[in-house]
């Protein structure tokens, strides 16, 4: 069974860069993964910040970047703001159609 | 302004069925590929399953833990799309969202719903 893996937790400072990673527990990630971040707050529904590894959803500012990093999918915040303090879950396509989504990671800014 | 409202969530119990809709506004319903995605309290999100666009002859897929027992539908005349939960579990319990992608395009996941809660108890 294929399990997409995330980093439980990161924390960065305000201003800082983090660059958080997207991984599968058998192979590499590959564009033809199309990986897709997203950003989740409590109580809110996720919102879509980047998908096809590295194109930016409408309104996402590009202070949100995605690229594939030797075999994983990541996500870079550059200067980080205190709202940008949230979950942050990846999904991968499997091929058939499925789609898998890693176990989030919770960020924290301080 | 574009909307997918799910409705229909509700507290029942093990072995029971439960009927999910999503009904969408402000956008091209027909040509949307209609995914859920669960979120149980706490924890982290899981893909449950797609209905494709007429383009793809409606074709519906399952995660592996819901496969045999949920059905996925859509009726594009009235822009509302079905999540059919049968023979429920305790571990479906879980805050349901849709979400869309438009079908033969780049899968970008462009709108939400708010979600519609679950609670299956024994």
């Known amino acids: 069974q294929t399990v997409v893996t995330q980093e439980p937790s990161f924390s960065v400072s305000p201003g800082g860069t983090v660059t958080l990673t997207c991984g599968l527990n058998?192979?590499?990630?590959?564009?033809?993964?199309?990986p897709s971040w997203f950003q989740q707050t409590p109580g809110q529904a996720p919102r879509t910040l980047i998908y096809?590894?590295?194109i930016r959803s409408s309104g996402v500012p590009d202070r949100f970047s995605g690229s594939i990093l030797g075999n994983t999918a990541a996500l870079t915040i550059t200067g980080a703001q205190a709202d940008d303090e949230s979950d942050y879950y990846c999904?991968?396509?499997?091929?058939?159609?499925?789609?898998?989504f890693g176990g989030g990671t919770k960020l924290t800014v301080l | 302004e574009v909307q997918l409202v799910e409705s229909g969530g509700g507290l029942v119990q093990i072995g029971s069925s439960l009927k999910l809709s999503c009904e969408a506004s402000?956008?091209?319903?027909?040509?949307?590929?209609i995914h859920w995605v669960r979120q149980t309290s706490g924890k982290g999100l899981e893909w449950v399953g797609l209905?494709?666009?007429?383009?793809?002859?409606?074709?519906?897929t399952y995660a592996a833990s819901v496969k045999g027992r949920f059905i996925m539908s859509r009726d594009d005349s009235t822009n509302t799309a079905y999540l059919q939960m049968n023979n429920l579990k305790t571990e479906d319990t879980a805050l349901y969202f849709c979400?869309?992608?438009?079908?033969?395009?780049?899968?970008?996941?462009?709108?939400w719903g708010r979600g519609a809660p679950v609670t299956v108890s024994s």
């Open positions: 979400t869309r992608h438009v079908d033969n395009t780049p899968f970008n996941f462009d709108y």
């Open positions: 402000g956008l091209s319903f027909s040509v949307s590929a």
């Open positions: 209905v494709r666009s007429r383009v793809r002859s409606y074709a519906a």
């Open positions: 058998s192979g590499s990630v590959s564009a033809d993964h199309y």
């Open positions: 096809n590894a590295k």
């Open positions: 999904a991968m396509f499997m091929g058939d159609s499925i789609w898998v």
